[in-house]
């Protein structure tokens, strides 16, 4: 009979004498997995999950090792993390160790798949920093810390305990037990609580225990999903219960508490996950419009989000700048309002102000975050230039009345912000992170989901019309009417030359009799077409994205013709003509010699080589620039010295 006061070594083996699988808690179970399964698909498609992992898991061990009331701050958290521990009070250490535990569990089950008790011991070990391992002194008793009334007596002696442990390995690796692995997981976790095999540190390894289990289950691919929030709100219930199994063999009123908190704690890190995800967007966007493109790159913006706190090191240790260069970068993030610096010690940390907030729970969901510099809001100027979810809604009803469709260009400088956000939904759609509020708004608007696909059969119906107002399907390269249709047509023949195109598609296009050899009067109208660029501007290097609709279908047949030199498909014939023509194969040495004419013609006129980094010819200022921060090779020397650039005369001034 079990006695408070009395080491329980009664405590019943694994699995429990009593049925666990009652209608409610499978219904309950049904809802919680759907929720963790969701939970799982979403995090699998964030590109950089080390956001993920940093993040939460730092926030289950400040919630879990205040459940052992080890407080620390989200600020002291996050500077000792990215100080690399060697700042920080004892209690922030010992929070900093939980990760630690967490994540050494999480490489040992990927290495081994199979939760031990030697693994127990040491997630322990490692939070407490010692290697106690299993109890072995007696006298060890958990009591009421207001009143100091023991409420239970866990069981006494290593060879008791080792047994249980032993025992609670083969239930967590008995495949022959069909039980939903969630309702087992509430039953693990209760049965560790109940051995209580260490000194110190049981609540936090059962905890590491849960989210390793579900790993072992397959259920979620990272450790992301934490209950110790939960626990803390509902404190008083998860004692009451525990104390329920013990006392009553109650099974049903613990699972059942466990199981919502899995719904519950499931559905907010989804949640979460989808707010730093839309911040990170945000945060990517207003970057693009501040910064210049040669300061600007997606992996700063995605370093300063691994974590709050970020220093030139860890731009230096990614490969995105030498130090000198980084500290600039992250000053600049600084200036546009992103970064905010912050001294400790001798460091210099910038704190990415609204991930902190975001992290914080201090700011509601990243569509609602508006400049407010009553409120100390660093973006200043975020109203004028990014617009929120429902304002670029509206504007996306607007264009598709007035235009009839949703292929919004990106290219289109009016249009360019409205066809980034357009991309960015079908993005978030195919990746389940639009709501679905969201989801039902766009559609009701006529939103195009597959715009690739439909646009080819838009295209296709086209097709059909033109045969059958004139007989053929032999489209005019230069089709005053619909130059992005002539642009199509002869892109499906290009790729059925290179086999590219599907069965289905050209059997489609053959079925309405289309012709597949017009290569050799393409070709030549394309010839003729470059000649006409040349004539104009005086170079073959047509740039794939030119405004002019008719330019870029000429530099997309020209890329297509270097690639098919670079795979051997390229007919003699072709070659020799564009040969002829002045046509160079590699197109990123034909942009350095253009730009290259572009600086010598800007020495004939100014007599130096010193161009400004603003203005109409900003663009050949950063590549100057660039060149002179990291010298090319003797062929490209060589051609700098041709025009006359001295490297010791023309240093900037």
């Given at each position: 009979m079990?006695?408070?006061?009395?080491?329980?070594?009664?405590?019943?083996?694994?699995?429990?004498?009593?049925?666990?699988?009652?209608?409610?808690?499978?219904?309950?179970?049904?809802?919680?997995?759907?929720?963790?399964?969701?939970?799982?698909?979403?995090?699998?498609?964030?590109?950089?999950?080390?956001?993920?992992?940093?993040?939460?898991?730092?926030?289950?061990?400040?919630?879990?090792?205040?459940?052992?009331?080890?407080?620390?701050?989200?600020?002291?958290?996050?500077?000792?993390?990215?100080?690399?521990?060697?700042?920080?009070?004892?209690?922030?250490?010992?929070?900093?160790?939980?990760?630690?535990?967490?994540?050494?569990?999480?490489?040992a089950l990927k290495n081994?798949?199979?939760?031990?008790?030697?693994?127990?011991?040491n997630v322990c070990n490692t939070i407490k920093k010692n290697q106690s391992g299993v109890r072995k002194t007696t006298g060890t008793k958990i009591g009421n810390q207001t009143t100091k009334e023991i409420i239970y007596t866990p069981p006494e002696g290593e060879s008791v305990i080792l047994k249980?442990?032993?025992?609670?390995?083969?239930?967590?690796?008995?495949?022959?037990?069909?039980?939903?692995?969630?309702?087992?997981?509430?039953?693990?976790?209760?049965?560790?609580?109940?051995?209580?095999?260490?000194?110190?540190?049981?609540?936090?390894?059962?905890?590491?225990?849960?989210?390793?289990?579900?790993?072992?289950?397959?259920?979620?691919?990272?450790?992301?999903?934490?209950?110790?929030?939960?626990?803390?709100?509902?404190?008083?219930?998860?004692?009451?219960?525990?104390?329920?199994?013990?006392?009553?063999?109650?099974?049903?009123?613990?699972?059942?508490?466990?199981?919502?908190?899995?719904?519950?704690?499931?559905?907010?890190?989804?949640?979460?996950?989808?707010?730093?995800?839309?911040?990170?967007?945000?945060?990517?966007?207003?970057?693009?419009?501040?910064?210049?493109?040669?300061?600007?790159?997606?992996?700063?913006?995605?370093?300063?989000?691994?974590?709050?706190?970020?220093?030139?090191?860890?731009?230096?240790?990614?490969?995105?700048?030498?130090?000198?260069?980084?500290?600039?970068?992250?000053?600049?993030?600084?200036?546009?309002?992103?970064?905010?610096?912050?001294?400790?010690?001798?460091?210099?940390?910038?704190?990415?102000?609204?991930?902190?907030?975001?992290?914080?729970?201090?700011?509601?969901?990243?569509?609602?975050?508006?400049?407010?510099?009553?409120?100390?809001?660093?973006?200043?100027?975020?109203?004028?230039?990014?617009?929120t979810w429902e304002e670029m809604f509206l504007k996306l009803k607007d264009f598709i009345e007035k235009h009839g469709h949703s292929y919004v260009s990106k290219r289109d400088q009016k249009t360019r912000q409205l066809g980034h956000w357009v991309t960015d939904q079908r993005k978030k759609k195919k990746s389940n992170l639009l709501s679905r509020e969201q989801i039902t708004k766009l559609e009701e608007i006529d939103m195009d989901w597959d715009p690739i696909n439909n646009r080819w059969e838009n295209n296709y119906k086209e097709l059909v019309k033109f045969k059958k107002a004139n007989g053929h399907c032999d489209v005019p390269q230069r089709y005053a009417e619909n130059q992005e249709f002539s642009n199509w047509v002869f892109n499906q023949r290009y790729r059925y030359k290179i086999k590219k195109l599907s069965n289905i598609r050209t059997k489609k296009l053959e079925k309405i009799g289309f012709n597949w050899g017009r290569d050799a009067n393409v070709s030549d109208d394309r010839i003729k077409e470059l000649l006409e660029y040349k004539k104009k501007f005086g170079h073959l290097n047509v740039s794939q994205v030119d405004p002019n609709e008719e330019w870029r279908g000429l530099g997309k047949w020209l890329n297509n013709q270097r690639h098919a030199k670079k795979k051997g498909t390229l007919s003699t014939e072709l070659e020799e003509k564009l040969n002829e023509i002045g046509v160079a194969w590699n197109a990123l040495e034909a942009n350095w010699d253009k730009k290259l004419g572009e600086l010598k013609d800007f020495h004939e006129i100014h007599g130096h080589f010193r161009v400004p980094q603003n203005g109409e010819i900003s663009k050949l200022g950063y590549w100057i620039a660039k060149i002179r921060r990291v010298k090319p090779d003797a062929e490209r020397l060589k051609k700098l010295s041709d025009i006359g650039f001295d490297w010791d005369k023309e240093k900037v001034k």
């Open positions: 079990f006695d408070r006061n009395k080491p329980y070594n009664d405590l019943p083996l694994l699995p429990p004498n009593r049925e666990l699988e009652t209608k409610e808690v499978l219904k309950k179970a049904i809802s919680a997995n759907a929720r963790l399964a969701e939970l799982k698909g979403i995090a699998n498609r964030i590109p950089n999950q080390t956001i993920l992992i940093n993040f939460l898991t730092l926030q289950e061990a400040r919630s879990s090792s205040e459940i052992e009331n080890i407080v620390t701050t989200n600020d002291k958290l996050f500077e000792a993390f990215s100080l690399n521990n060697t700042k920080g009070d004892p209690e922030t250490k010992e929070v900093l160790r939980y990760k630690e535990a967490m994540w050494e569990g999480y490489q081994k798949h199979f939760l031990t008790t030697n693994l127990f011991v249980k442990l032993k025992n609670l390995e083969d239930y967590i690796h008995d495949d022959s037990d069909l039980t939903d692995p969630l309702i087992k997981m509430a039953v693990i976790h209760y049965q560790f609580e109940a051995i209580h095999p260490f000194s110190d540190g049981n609540g936090r390894t059962g905890r590491i225990l849960n989210i390793l289990y579900l790993i072992l289950k397959d259920m979620l691919d990272l450790p992301i999903l934490y209950l110790s929030q939960y626990i803390i709100a509902n404190k008083d219930k998860y004692y009451k219960h525990l104390s329920q199994v013990t006392e009553e063999n109650e099974w049903q009123g613990w699972i059942m508490y466990m199981l919502d908190g899995i719904e519950q704690t499931a559905t907010s890190t989804r949640n979460k996950i989808i707010e730093i995800n839309d911040l990170f967007e945000y945060t990517l966007d207003y970057a693009k419009q501040k910064l210049p493109n040669y300061m600007y790159s997606k992996e700063l913006i995605e370093l300063i989000f691994e974590q709050p706190y970020c220093k030139v090191k860890f731009l230096v240790d990614k490969d995105i700048a030498q130090r000198q260069q980084a500290s600039k970068y992250l000053y600049q993030l600084e200036s546009i309002g992103i970064l905010q610096k912050k001294k400790v010690g001798k460091e210099q940390l910038f704190l990415n102000t609204k991930l902190f907030e975001l992290l914080s729970n201090l700011t509601p969901h990243p569509n609602n975050l508006q400049s407010s510099k009553s409120e100390g809001d660093l973006f200043e100027t975020l109203d004028s230039n990014l617009e």
